[in-house]
Nanobody, 125 residues
Framework: VQLQASGGGLVQAGDSLRLSCTTSGRTGSAYTMTWFRQAPGKDREFVGGIFRTGYTPSYADSVKGRFTVSRDNTRKTIYLQMTDLRPEDTAVYYC???????????????????WGQGTEVTVSS
């Protein structure tokens, strides 16, 4: 399984951006797909994800109401729509996937066995 993230860039505060993560290999609706981010000098943190197709997306409190996670199983792609971006959203964003994760560990980076290479998002004030 391989994941390829894209869509990052330099934007101003208040702007919107959409990240995409396309998977290849044996992925499908049974896979959990999630976005994490890591700012300089900080730990990788959960942003939002979908446990499996049919489940309601979960979000970190810091992005709730501003970010939306969606998935297109036909295209094997997960999206992160980000609106009202803030300087504190600046980070490298990673997509992750797992076929074996349990729901209670959705927000735990160590529970994922497949990772994309990351795409950088910089929000200027």
């Amino acid at each position: 399984v391989q994941l390829q993230a894209s869509g990052g860039g330099l934007v101003q505060a208040g702007d919107s951006l959409r990240l995409s993560c396309t998977t290849s290999g044996r992925t499908g609706s049974a896979y959990t797909m999630t976005w994490f981010r890591q700012a300089p000098g900080k730990d990788r943190e959960f942003v939002g994800g979908i446990f499996r197709t049919g489940y309601t997306p979960s979000y970190a409190d810091s992005v709730k109401g501003r970010f939306t996670v969606s998935r297109d199983n036909t295209r094997k792609t997960i999206y992160l729509q980000m609106t009202d971006l803030r300087p504190e959203d600046t980070a490298v964003y990673y997509c992750a996937a797992s076929s074996t994760i349990i729901l209670s560990r959705l927000r735990s980076a160590s529970a994922y066995n497949y990772w994309g290479q990351g795409t950088e998002v910089t929000v200027s004030s």
